[in-house]
T-cell receptor, first 112, second 114 residues
Framework: NAGVTQTPKFQVLKTGQSMTLQCAQD?????MSWYRQDPGMGLRLIHY???????DQGEVPNGYNVSRSTTEDFPLRLLSAAPSQTSVYFC???????????FGEGSRLTVL | AQSVTQLDSHVSVSEGTPVLLRCNYS??????LFWYVQHPNKGLQLLLK??????LVKGINGFEAEFKKSETSFHLTKPSAHMSDAAEYFC????????????FGTGTSLTVIP
């Protein structure tokens, strides 16, 4: 059972480039989310989805776009990368309303 | 407003001695509370969770935490530290009435001295 899988694990971009971080889960979880982790700030919610076709903004959504066409996949798109988006990105899914989050191993992004 | 405060950003203990990582929260309603551990360059792994059952919660690897509503605390403890416990620990709160929002503390880095 793979759980939550993120790709790529590492990526370097130049300012203004676009890219997509992939996230897939095989646990049939309706809820999926993206967080960014920055030193001394914990994890902050970027976007989340409660099911296919339904997405919503989190705490820090600017500069990011998401879509949810299937239960399994929840890609995160950076439209025009900026150095402020240098961070480690985590995808997480959840089973049920009171369940805990299951995390992927993270994607480390550097924007030059 | 919801918030999570991890009272220590760094904790150092000697191997074999007790571990205490402190977490206070503010929440308008009965929350779900979690502790996660993150080893270097890894994702977050659930240690334990409180969801309004027993106030003393036992988790993996010998960790446990006690929910104290009167003190709005959820401190993480372990009787005897092991070298493999060295990691970053996050206290996480999900208030009952906030839908899908989880609130993360800023983390406590645990160092275990041999």
């Amino acid at each position: 059972n793979a759980g939550v899988t993120q790709t790529p694990k590492f990526q370097v971009l130049k300012t203004g480039q676009s890219m997509t971080l992939q996230c897939a889960q095989d646990m049939n979880h309706e809820y999926m989310s993206w967080y960014r982790q920055d030193p001394g700030m914990g994890l902050r919610l970027i976007h989340y989805s409660v099911g296919a076709g339904i997405t919503d903004q989190g705490e820090v959504p600017n500069g990011y776009n998401v879509s949810r066409s299937t239960t399994e996949d929840f890609p995160l798109r950076l439209l025009s990368a900026a150095p402020s988006q240098t961070s480690v990105y985590f995808c997480a899914s959840r089973a049920g309303y009171t369940g805990e989050l299951f995390f992927g191993e993270g994607s480390r992004l550097t924007v030059l | 407003a919801q918030s999570v405060t991890q009272l220590d950003s760094h904790v150092s203990v000697s191997e074999g001695t007790p571990v205490l990582l402190r977490c206070n929260y503010s929440s308008s309603y009965s929350p779900s509370l979690f502790w996660y551990v993150q080893h270097p360059n890894k994702g977050l792994q659930l240690l334990l969770k409180y969801t309004s059952a027993a106030t003393l919660v036992k988790g993996i690897n010998g960790f446990e935490a006690e929910f104290k509503k009167s003190e709005t605390s959820f401190h993480l403890t372990k009787p005897s530290a092991h070298m493999s416990d060295a990691a970053e620990y996050f206290c996480v709160v999900k208030p009952f009435n906030t839908g899908n929002q989880f609130y993360f503390g800023t983390g406590t880095s645990l160092t275990v001295i041999p």
